[in-house]
C-alpha cells in the first residue's frame, strides 16, 4: 500500500539557517511527489513537485527537493530560512494515475526563531 | 492566478443536523475536484473524488450516504454533512484540477465543529 512518513512532527530553525525537511514514501511504481505548505488560514500551496527526470527539483522561494529512490526518500530543503516560512509542510504522494488523488504525510509544523 | 473558494471558513452545528460546505474554482473550470478531510495534527485524507455531471467515488472507509458530493458544474462541488456528530468535527478541504493543464488548486479550508 502507498504511503508517506513525515517522521518530524515539529522542527525548530533559526532564521538564516539551513533547513531539511524528511519525507519517506512507499510506493510500487514510479512515484509523483509534491511538497506543500500550509499556512493558518489558507489553503495548501505547492512549493515543487517530481515526476521524471531530474531528480534535484526545484520550488518555488527557494526550495528544493531531491528524489533518491534507493532510499525512497524525498526531502525538502532550503538553504537560508526566513521567518515567513514558518508554516506546516507536507509531502504527498499520487496515488495511481489521478493527479490529486493524494497520500500525505502527517505534516512537519516548522517554528522558526528570529 | 487561480484561486478555489471554500465556503463557509467554520460551521457550528447541532447534533444531528445537515451541512453545506462548497467549493468553488473561481477563474478556471475544473473537471475533477477532490475533497479531504484532517484531524487536528494529523495529515488530510482523501475522502472522494468528484466528476462534474457523475457520481462520486470515495475512498474505501468513507460513507457515502453521509458525506454527499455533489458536482453540479464545472465550477462548484458541494460536500454535505448529513445527520452530523461530533466525531465529524473535523477540517475539511477541497482540491480543484485545472481542466487544461491538470494543475491542482486547493481551499482554504472548513473547520467544522458539530456540538
Known amino acids: 500500500a502507498q504511503s508517506v512518513t513525515q517522521p518530524d512532527i515539529h522542527i525548530t530553525v533559526s532564521e538564516g539557517a539551513s533547513l531539511e525537511l524528511r519525507c519517506n514514501y512507499s510506493?510500487?511504481?514510479?512515484?509523483?511527489l509534491f511538497w506543500y505548505v500550509q499556512s493558518p488560514g489558507q489553503g495548501l500551496q505547492l512549493l515543487l513537485k517530481y515526476f521524471s527526470g531530474d531528480t534535484l527539483v526545484q520550488g518555488i522561494k527557494g526550495f528544493e527537493a531531491e528524489f533518491k529512490r534507493s532510499q525512497s526518500s524525498f526531502n525538502l530543503r532550503k538553504p537560508s530560512v526566513h521567518w515567513s516560512d514558518a508554516a506546516e509542510y507536507f509531502c504527498a504522494v499520487a496515488r495511481g494515475s489521478t493527479l490529486g488523488r493524494l497520500y500525505f504525510g502527517r505534516g512537519t509544523q516548522l517554528t522558526v526563531w528570529p | 492566478g487561480a484561486v478555489v473558494s471554500q465556503h463557509p471558513s467554520w460551521v457550528i452545528c447541532k447534533s444531528g443536523t445537515s451541512v453545506k460546505i462548497e467549493c468553488r474554482s473561481l477563474?478556471?473550470?475544473?473537471?475533477?475536484m477532490f475533497w479531504y478531510r484532517q484531524f487536528p495534527k494529523q495529515s488530510l485524507m482523501l475522502m472522494a473524488t468528484?466528476?462534474?455531471?457523475?457520481?462520486?467515488?470515495?475512498e474505501q472507509g468513507v460513507e457515502k450516504d453521509k458525506f454527499l458530493i455533489n458536482h453540479a458544474s464545472l465550477t462548484l462541488s458541494t460536500l454535505t454533512v448529513t445527520s452530523a456528530h461530533p466525531e465529524d468535527s473535523s477540517f475539511y478541504i477541497c482540491?480543484?484540477?485545472?481542466?487544461?493543464?491538470?494543475?491542482?488548486?486547493f481551499g482554504s479550508g472548513t473547520q467544522l465543529s458539530v456540538l
Open positions: 510506493y510500487g511504481a514510479t512515484p509523483y
Open positions: 482540491s480543484a484540477r485545472f481542466a487544461a493543464n491538470e494543475k491542482l488548486f
Open positions: 477563474d478556471f473550470q475544473a473537471t475533477t
Open positions: 468528484s466528476n462534474e455531471g457523475s457520481k462520486a467515488t470515495y
